[in-house]
Antibody, heavy 122, light 113 residues
Framework: QVQLVQSGAEVKKPGSSVKVSCKASGGTFSTYAINWVRQAPGQGLEWMGGIIPIFRTANYAQKFQGRVTITADESTSTAYMELRSLRSEDSAVYYC???????????????WGQGTLVTVSS | DIVMTQSPDSLAVSLGERATINCKSSQSVFYSSNNRNYLTWYQQKPGQPPKVLIYWASTREFGVPDRFSGSGSGTDFTLTISSLQAEDVAVYYCQQYYSIPLTFGQGTKVEIK
């Protein structure tokens, strides 16, 4: 059974950066895309980007281009999402989620992490 | 980007009654080469991540009760809960995976009347 375990909650100052980790177990890591989806309080789901670890190249939503970096470490089966220049509107729960089909980002997301709450406040 | 629009934003249904949620995409998510619609439905309960209910617009995920069904093609899709149970209280999202960026509907909150 695939499990995704994310790092703990963070409180950050505006203008700073946050890096959230997502450790996978119980399945193949390298060939399934790990995506990052965020959810602001009481709001809907927003895709930020995704990476297929074996290919090492990430796709990003235009909205986050230049401000987000998604990476993956095959040796530890861990994916990372770093968001820079944080503002209050970035306060949200950040989820990692695995693609259901190998070698593509464009699939349903069948396994999700538990979510990481990031709070941006001065 | 493909914009996904759900309706209604919320609905209250009596236990045992039918609940219907609509999802419209700003462009077709149907690939004629494989005759598939690149549309999935999720259920999200408070404090939990989303869970896949339906993919390819109408294929039920393993373990999902058969009271959940998906239909539609092209740009118009429907999630139907045939007989609402108390455990179905949740927010439901559609999502297209036809192209990047993956995009979600705004969600439909289902409650008990």
């Amino acid at each position: 059974q695939v499990q995704l375990v994310q790092s703990g909650a963070e409180v950050k100052k505006p203008g700073s950066s946050v890096k959230v980790s997502c450790k996978a177990s119980g399945g193949t890591f390298s060939t399934y895309a790990i995506n990052w989806v965020r959810q602001a309080p009481g709001q809907g789901l927003e895709w930020m980007g995704g990476i297929i670890p074996i290919f090492r190249t990430a796709n990003y939503a235009q909205k986050f281009q230049g401000r987000v970096t998604i990476t993956a470490d095959e040796s530890t089966s861990t994916a990372y999402m770093e968001l820079r220049s944080l503002r209050s509107e970035d306060s949200a729960v950040y989820y990692c989620a695995r693609a259901s089909v190998e070698s593509t980002v464009v699939t349903p997301l069948d396994y999700w992490g538990q979510g990481t709450l990031v709070t941006v406040s001065s | 980007d493909i914009v996904m629009t759900q309706s209604p934003d919320s609905l209250a249904v009596s236990l045992g009654e039918r609940a219907t949620i609509n999802c419209k995409s700003s462009q077709s998510v149907f690939y004629s080469s494989n005759n598939r619609n690149y549309l999935t439905w999720y259920q999200q309960k408070p404090g939990q991540p989303p869970k896949v209910l339906i993919y390819w617009a109408s294929t039920r995920e393993f373990g999902v009760p058969d009271r959940f069904s998906g239909s539609g093609s092209g740009t118009d899709f429907t999630l139907t809960i045939s007989s609402l149970q108390a455990e179905d209280v949740a927010v439901y999202y559609c999502q297209q995976y036809y192209s990047i960026p993956l995009t979600f509907g705004q969600g439909t909150k289902v409650e008990i009347k």
